[in-house]
């Protein structure tokens, strides 16, 4: 019975073993498989790191991390100053690399190195430039500091040689616009980059195709930077990494009905007449969901619509914001095709799903007896639950109702094959078609997808509605800023029936379609495409010209009939930075033409005015160098990623899976293992 034992065991073990070195060979062959060998953020605990970092391959302790905001809110612009303090608690030299988000549409174009009571003032540069610079002045030894944009709501702070024990501090300024709708103002802080979906095979030798990175996922061919945008992501417990702490000064000039945040709880007080001061309540907060802060005038203060303007250097720069008149002064609605396109994918799990589901049953039962409809669901793959869109009956609606009810989250993101099936790229006379898009947009290909939309939008609108704590900002407002809707955030399951209220009555009742600007000279406008109006939702028009503007002739159409309204501009209100927010949205612009080829210089154009206006891009970046030596360039300097707080409500189950997976792909080697002792027990059976 002994040596049967010893037999069998040695055979499941040569067994096992053959498995094991075929596994590591299919996979060396087999580019498919080779994800498998990304490392997960599932493995990372709190303050250790299981990224590629100090070469004697040993997980380190990442530099802990405090962020400072600070917002002074005027009109409609917002300046915020954002201080970043890395504490290195080891007892070695270390790099910090950090990966978070801004504002979609900010305009980064300051930033300091602090170095205890001394500062260094960043410079705009080239990306390249400025990388050379930061990489030289780190392995000089020299303190330095350098911000590069990823997305346009995500960027990336290095900081070198951080002493060991000692702190450094990197203060980053930029500017955004105010959103207002439907009598509401308001303004969101990102606080977290939620794990983007990665499609794509992993290519070889990623690290040096776009300049290193040191995230979860590997480089793929649909996502050749998935590395950079892909930061770890702290799962342990014990005190949150990244706490966060907010001073906002409210300059609204007239007294306000309320100020208030709906996801953090906060403390206002008004230090003068319409002068408001906000903080949060506990000082401090985790960084795992968005900020938003929401104010509104008192009645009989707001206005029907604005101009604003700045001279700076040799043009003049304005900014024009037309508001709806009442609902009940607008006309009738017309027939509508709705669709309603659903993320079912694993980042949806947990809160997310709830809040779209809720969202969809009030789209359905708004819906009126003339319109059509139809639901498109996709995660690794998209369906519709009818071949065309259908009318409004009430077995249709109860079909539809039940198939929502039943949706589960689980699997990837391919939100490209859902935009293709949403958008048809046909003209629709007499309808007006509505595609109404619910996701957290968590994907790196936004690229990808914005040449879809403007492949096959044809006459339809795209309307996004952002799900969860951290949605994809950039993505979500420039999905609908190229179909000419508007994009709504949702953050709290409490906020659906508000939000989605808000929106549904908004589609319901366009104000006018079809809008066209005649200034009555040459202007560079953005956007080209002016959006519909749509009751509460303001159309925000920025606009550079050569020459003063003093009036601008503004068409459209209303319920059918040709309106049209000339608008002076001669006695706008001076309003410092407008040439920012022009810049900015004219790199948006430009950053679309990247896959259209009608802009073949669309890369230079972007770093011109980069430079020009002193702006962080995708081509440009801060980079602020010491002079003088810090750490011997003997002594070892450790590169170290922080790690970001997992978006509040997600589950890390659904994303990254049960198993923690490591540089190694230990779990599918041990699964082959237990396979080949299986399969020799068989055999062994067999031949007894």
């Known amino acids: ?52 970092g100090a070469e004697d391959g040993q997980v380190r302790q990442a530099p802990l991390l405090d962020t400072r905001v600070d917002m002074e809110i005027t009109g409609i612009l917002a300046r915020v ?3 970043q303090e890395f504490h290195n608690i080891t007892d070695r030299w270390q790099e910090g690399i950090y990966v ?6 900010a305009a980064v174009d300051h930033m300091r190195l602090w170095i205890g009571e001394r500062f260094i003032e960043g410079e705009i540069r080239t990306r390249e430039q400025a990388r ?44 955004q616009n105010v959103r207002y709708d439907a009598g509401l103002f308001s303004l969101r802080f990102p606080m977290v980059v939620g794990p983007r979906y990665i499609p794509g095979v992993p290519v070889q030798d990623s690290e040096k195709s776009v300049g290193g990175g040191m995230g979860w996922a590997r480089n793929t ?21 990244n706490a966060v702490s907010l001073n906002i000064r409210l300059h609204a000039g007239l007294p306000l009905s309320f100020v208030d945040s709906p996801y953090h709880p906060v403390t206002v007080r008004e230090v003068a007449d319409g002068e408001y001061q906000v903080e949060l309540e506990q000082g401090s907060t985790p960084a795992n969901r968005d900020f938003v802060l929401n104010w509104q005038f008192a009645p009989g203060t707001d206005t029907s619509a604005a101009w604003f303007t700045e001279s700076y250097q040799d043009y003049y720069y304005g ?56 639901i498109i669901r996709f995660n690794h793959d998209a369906y519709s639950l009818y071949p065309a869109s259908v009318p409004v009956t009430a077995a249709n609606r109860a079909r539809a109702l039940a198939w929502v009810r039943g949706l589960r989250a689980d699997g990837g993101t391919e939100m490209r094959k859902a935009m293709a099936l949403a958008l048809d790229g046909k003209a629709h006379d007499g309808l007006l078609r509505q595609v109404v898009f619910l996701t957290d947009g968590d994907v790196g290909n936004e690229t990808a997808l914005f040449q879809v939309i403007e492949d096959k ?39 659906v029936g508000e939000k989605m209220q808000r929106l549904f009555l908004q589609l319901e009742s366009p104000a006018l379609t079809d809008i066209h600007l005649d200034w009555g000279q040459q202007v560079e406008q953005w956007p080209q495409a002016v959006p519909d109006l749509y009751a509460g939702e303001p159309v925000l028009v920025a606009v550079r010209s050569e020459q003063p503007l003093d009036g601008v002739a503004l068409s459209g159409n209303a319920g059918g009939q040709v309106w049209s309204q000339r608008l002076r501009t001669a006695s706008g209100e001076e309003r410092p930075g407008l040439h920012v927010l022009w810049a900015r949205r004219y790199i ?48 070892m300097l450790d590169s170290e990623p922080v790690p970001t707080a997992l978006p509040k409500g997600w589950s890390a189950n659904a994303l990254f899976g049960r198993l923690p997976q490591t540089a190694t792909p230990a779990d599918f080697y041990l699964l082959l293992g237990i396979l080949g002792l299986l399969t020799s027990l068989l055999l062994y059976r067999r031949r007894a």
Do not use: C
């Open 221 to 241: 061919g649909q996502v050749p930077d998935a590395a950079r945008i892909t930061p770890p992501v702290n799962l342990g417990e014990g005190r949150p990494d």
């Open 132 to 175: 050379q610079e930061y990489e030289q002045a780190r392995d000089a030894g020299r303190q330095a500091s350098l911000v590069e944009q990823e997305r346009p709501n995500m960027f990336t702070t290095s900081v070198a040689n951080i002493p060991p024990g000692a702190s450094v501090r990197v203060e980053i300024e930029y500017q």
């Open 588 to 635: 948006r612009y430009l950053m679309g033409q990247e896959m259209s080829g009608k802009v073949t210089d669309w890369k230079q154009r972007i770093q011109a005015v980069a430079l020009e206006h002193h702006l962080v891009s995708r081509f440009t970046s801060l980079v602020a160098v010491d002079k003088t030596p810090a750490r011997s360039v003997e002594e």
């Open 319 to 374: 900014l024009l914001m037309l508001v709806p008149p009442p609902v009940e002064k607008l006309p009738r609605s017309p027939a509508r095709e709705v669709i309603l396109v659903v993320d079912v994918s694993g980042s949806m799990e947990g809160d997310s799903i709830i809040q779209a589901k809720q969202a969809l049953e009030l789209a359905l039962k708004r819906l009126g007896p003339d319109d059509r409809f139809n």
């Open 100 to 105: 978070f988000p801004l504002p979609e549409d």
């Open 81 to 83: 100053r954002v201080n």
């Open 457 to 495: 939008l044809g006459d339809s609108r795209l309307f996004t509605v952002g799900i969860g704590s951290a949605p994809n900002g950039y993505f979500m407002s420039r999905a609908a800023e190229h179909g000419r809707g508007s994009y709504t955030y949702i953050g709290d399951v409490a906020e």
């Open 1 to 52: 019975m002994n040596r049967w034992i010893l037999r069998t065991l040695a055979l499941a073990w040569a067994g096992g073993l053959v498995f094991s070195l075929l596994a590591m060979a299919l996979l060396a062959v087999w580019p498919g498989m080779a994800a498998a060998e990304a490392v997960s953020p599932a493995s990372v605990k709190q303050g250790s790191l299981f990224m590629r």
